[in-house]
C-alpha cells in the first residue's frame, strides 16, 4: 500500500530564516506530486505540482519554491520567510495516468514569529 | 475555468441529526468530483468520489450523487456523531489533463454536539 510522510510534523521559525519542507512517497512510482497552503481558517491554496523528476511548476509566485530531486521525493523551500508564510502545509500525490484522486500527507504546521 | 462553491460555515448539529452540505461547481467537459474530510490537525482524506453523472459515492455512512444537470454533489449523512466533527472540502477534476489538478471549494465546518 502506498504511505505519504511529511516532516517536521510543526516548526516555528524567525523571519528572515530559511525553510525547507520534505515530503516522501512510498509504495508507487512516478507519482505527480503536489504542495498546497492552508492558512488559518482558509481553503487550499495550490503552491507547486510536479509531474516528474526536475519537472515543477508553480501556481502562485512568492518567496518559495520547489523542488523534486527524487521520483518520490518533494520539497518546499524558501530563502527567506515572511510572517505570512505561516500556515499549514500538506503535501499530496496522484497517480500518474491512473485515478485523479489526491491523496494527502499528515500537514507541517509553521509558525513564523 | 473550473471552480467549486460550497455552502458556508459553520454548521452546528446534534448528534443523530441529519447533515447536508451543498457544493455546486462549474467545469469544462465532465469532471470527477470529491468529498474530503479534515479532522483538526490532520490532513485529508479522501471520503468519497463520483466520476459520472448519476454515480452516487458512498463512505462511512456518508452519500453524494453527481448531478449533471443541477451542477451538483450534495454530501448527507442520515445521523451524525460527534465524531463527524471535521472540516469537509468539496472538490472536481480538471481533466482532460495530464496534471490531474483538483479544485477545491472553501471548506465547511461541521460541529456535533452531544
Known amino acids: 500500500s502506498q504511505t505519504i510522510h511529511q516532516w517536521p510534523a510543526t516548526l516555528v521559525q524567525p523571519v528572515g530564516s530559511p525553510l525547507s519542507l520534505e515530503c516522501t512517497v512510498e509504495g508507487t512510482s512516478n507519482p505527480n506530486l503536489y504542495w498546497y497552503r492552508q492558512a488559518a481558517g482558509r481553503g487550499l491554496q495550490l503552491l507547486f505540482y510536479s509531474v516528474g523528476i526536475g519537472q515543477i511548476s508553480s501556481e502562485v509566485p512568492q518567496n518559495l519554491s520547489a523542488s523534486r530531486p527524487q521520483d518520490r521525493q518533494f520539497i518546499l523551500s524558501s530563502k527567506k520567510l515572511l510572517l505570512s508564510d505561516s500556515g499549514f502545509y500538506l503535501c499530496?500525490?496522484?497517480?500518474?495516468?491512473?485515478?485523479?484522486?489526491?491523496?494527502f500527507g499528515p500537514g507541517t504546521r509553521l509558525t513564523v514569529l | 475555468g473550473n471552480s467549486v462553491t460550497q455552502m458556508e460555515g459553520p454548521v452546528t448539529l446534534s448528534e443523530e441529526a441529519f447533515l447536508t452540505i451543498n457544493c455546486t461547481y462549474t467545469a469544462t467537459g465532465y469532471p470527477s468530483l470529491f468529498w474530503y474530510v479534515q479532522y483538526p490537525g490532520e490532513g485529508l482524506q479522501l471520503l468519497l468520489k463520483a466520476t459520472k453523472a448519476d454515480d452516487k459515492g458512498s463512505n462511512k455512512g456518508f452519500e453524494a450523487t453527481y448531478r449533471k444537470e443541477t451542477t451538483s454533489f450534495h454530501l448527507e449523512k442520515g445521523s451524525v456523531q460527534v465524531s463527524d466533527s471535521a472540516v469537509y472540502f468539496c472538490?472536481?477534476?480538471?481533466?482532460?489533463?495530464?496534471?490531474?489538478?483538483?479544485?477545491f471549494g472553501a471548506g465547511t465546518t461541521v460541529t456535533v454536539r452531544a
Open positions: 472538490a472536481l477534476s480538471a481533466l482532460p489533463s495530464n496534471d490531474y489538478k483538483l479544485s
Open positions: 499530496a500525490w496522484g497517480k500518474t495516468g491512473g485515478t485523479d484522486t489526491q491523496y
